[in-house]
């Protein structure tokens, strides 16, 4: 019995998608539910799982092809009894892809021993990555006892120059745009031509947000079961001056101004697929070590593309922290609609004047970009005062005044 693969609904704005992988091949067995193909969109990756057990017959839409909501991906061959880890031969019109064919007959070498690099000993990543370089899989080395090759292995191999000469034969690559960066190139163009960006910037003392985080990450720990990160007190501090200076937290609709009283902060996260920015939910009601918590989900739901439309969609204000990365300085796009970005830095020991005197404290630079329609410069300056001076005095952060 045949089943057809159908792209599912993935939110009512979207209407089509790229296939960007296809996890198993022509004659491939699998269980139910087991993923097959890897859809993306201009906002999230999402694996299609098989809606049975059976046997992958027919790929009716290549790799890096668009299709529509509800279009056909496939056909299966459908099986009640079958064992994942059977297969059948592909029809004999399946050409394999030359790596793939590679993999599949470096089973044995020229002694007929069995050799360790096979296809069932390829991580996922790591196939995906010698197929991305166009690498000889049998170039790679195992760090692995049972022979089986990471994504790691291949990531050292490219560290290696030497290893690299042979790969150093075209001075060009060219890889086709990602939905997502497609997407994340025309939104922030978009901002840039749209909105009139200007940014502001200010530096901040962080001796106080250290001493309380040294002083309560163990009791922070023991009840919340995560670390006290530095993104909690920034969102806290974040809310309290958007209440502040609401123009910060507004938007322009149709020459009108929409003030939010509702405070759902986006947090930027860099995947290897691009920027995303899942948002926080009424952050507002949220404690420290529910927001740090919810930080940790959506991070690891964005690196492993698991983010849903919901995950994604709102967002009244954003934060993006650019010290992860070592940044000492930027200018952060504004994420359209939005009136304001707070981007955040590394935190560098420097020279401070402390009453007259001269010490040495822990410093980040932070900026907020603004749209200047609809937030004046006052109003910037003041908000970006406003998170310095909570920053400064977590007490009154904590207390929320």
């Known amino acids: 019995m045949s089943l057809k693969i159908i792209v599912p609904s993935l939110g009512e704005s979207i209407t089509e998608a790229t296939v960007s992988k296809w996890l198993k091949k022509v004659g491939d067995s699998f269980e139910v539910d087991d993923p097959l193909v890897e859809i993306e969109t201009d906002k999230i990756t999402v694996e299609v799982p098989a809606p049975a057990a059976g046997i992958l017959s027919e790929i009716k839409i ?78 790679i080395k195992s760090s692995r006892k049972d022979g089986r090759i990471n994504k790691s292995d291949v990531v ?23 939905k997502i960066r497609q997407t994340i190139a025309l939104k922030l163009k978009k901002s840039q031509n749209t909105a009139a ?36 007190f920034f969102i806290k501090a974040s809310i309290l001056a958007l209440k502040e200076y609401p123009a910060v937290n507004s938007e322009i609709r149709d020459e009108k101004i929409i003030y939010k009283n509702h405070f759902d902060i986006g947090i930027a996260v860099g995947t290897e697929k691009g920027l995303v920015v899942p948002v926080l939910k009424s952050a507002n009601n949220m404690t420290f070590g529910e927001i740090e918590k919810k930080i940790i989900e959506l991070s690891d739901k964005a690196k492993s593309g698991q983010l ?27 994420n359209s609609p939005q009136s304001g970005i707070l981007g955040m830095h590394n935190i560098v020991k420097r020279p401070f004047v402390v009453s007259d005197e001269i010490v040495i404290r822990p ?4 900026a907020l970009s603004y749209d200047h329609r609809i937030v004046d410069g006052k109003e910037s300056v003041g908000f970006l005062i406003k998170i310095k001076e909570l920053l400064e005095h977590p007490s009154s952060l904590i207390l929320g005044i």
């Open 308 to 334: 849903t439309m919901k995950d994604l969609s709102g967002g009244t204000f954003t934060i993006t922290n650019g010290g992860v990365y070592g940044s000492m300085l930027s200018t952060p796009i504004i």
């Open 156 to 178: 050292e191999y490219l560290k290696d120059p030497l290893s690299q000469e042979s790969q150093k034969d075209e001075k060009e690559e060219i890889v086709p745009m990602s």
């Open 363 to 366: 410093i980040m630079y932070l």
């Open 197 to 232: 960006i200007l940014t502001t910037f200010n530096e901040v003392d962080m001796s106080e947000i250290i001493k309380v985080r040294n002083l309560k990450k163990n009791e922070f720990f023991e009840r919340y079961g995560v670390k006290l990160g530095l993104m909690s």
């Open 62 to 139: 290549k790799e890096g092809n668009d299709v529509n909501i509800g279009g056909v991906l496939g056909i299966i061959e459908k099986s009640d009894n079958l064992k994942s880890s059977k297969k059948q031969a592909p029809p004999k019109d399946y050409n394999l892809e030359s790596q793939h064919t590679l993999r599949q007959n470096v089973n044995k070498n020229d002694n007929g021993v069995n050799s360790p690099f096979n296809s069932a000993k390829l991580s996922p990543s790591a196939e995906k990555l010698l197929d991305e370089k166009n690498i000889d899989v049998t170039q």
